[in-house]
């Protein structure tokens, strides 16, 4: 089937810290890939040192680039912060301008939007722009529990889909892709 010739589908994929939220992202990526989807997005894979998350990069999914997107808070920092992290300004606006530039696809993916896009307006604001679009066949993007509701709210057609493990992803990651057409 053509793009343009389906409605797009949506899926809101949630699940606690640690869950298996990315891993399953990376999963569908590689499906998505295998069975000749034009994939777009982005991916934020986790920085580890000694055992512990201390930051998170962005990677393109298009080009395969990527670089640092947040970083562990530490007192003294400035600029677009959470609780927990500390933003790169730049690789927030280069997120923005992939996302800007990724539809039309098949498989649209961006992990994650939260509080930065949901409650600040800031961070990628254009990914609310482009999953509104449904210029794709497939979107999948990550929203922690927490934003869940207000998510629902925007998207209320999307499916929502939660992670509970990372033994699980595998499974998950078949189901998912035969159900849209991936396998």
Sequence with gaps: ????????????????????????????????????????????????EDGQKTAINVQDLHSGEQCLLARVRQAGDAGIQTTYWT???????????????????????????????????????????????????????VIRPELLEIACQRWPHARQITVISPDGTSDLANQICSEYGMI
């Design 87 to 141: 933003f790169d300004s730049l690789a927030l606006e280069w997120g923005s301008r992939i996302l800007k530039e990724s539809v039309p696809c098949d498989l649209l993916l961006v992990d994650e939007l939260g509080p930065l896009e949901l409650l600040r307006k800031q961070g990628w604001t254009a990914g609310l722009d482009v999953l509104e679009s449904g210029n794709f066949r497939l979107g999948v993007v």
């Design 1 to 48: 089937m053509e793009l343009g010739q389906h409605p797009a589908s949506l899926v809101i994929l949630t699940g606690e810290r640690g869950s298996g939220k990315t891993a399953l992202c990376s999963l569908l990526v590689e499906q998505g890939r295998k069975a000749g989807w034009q994939v777009r997005g982005l991916m934020t894979p986790a920085v580890f």
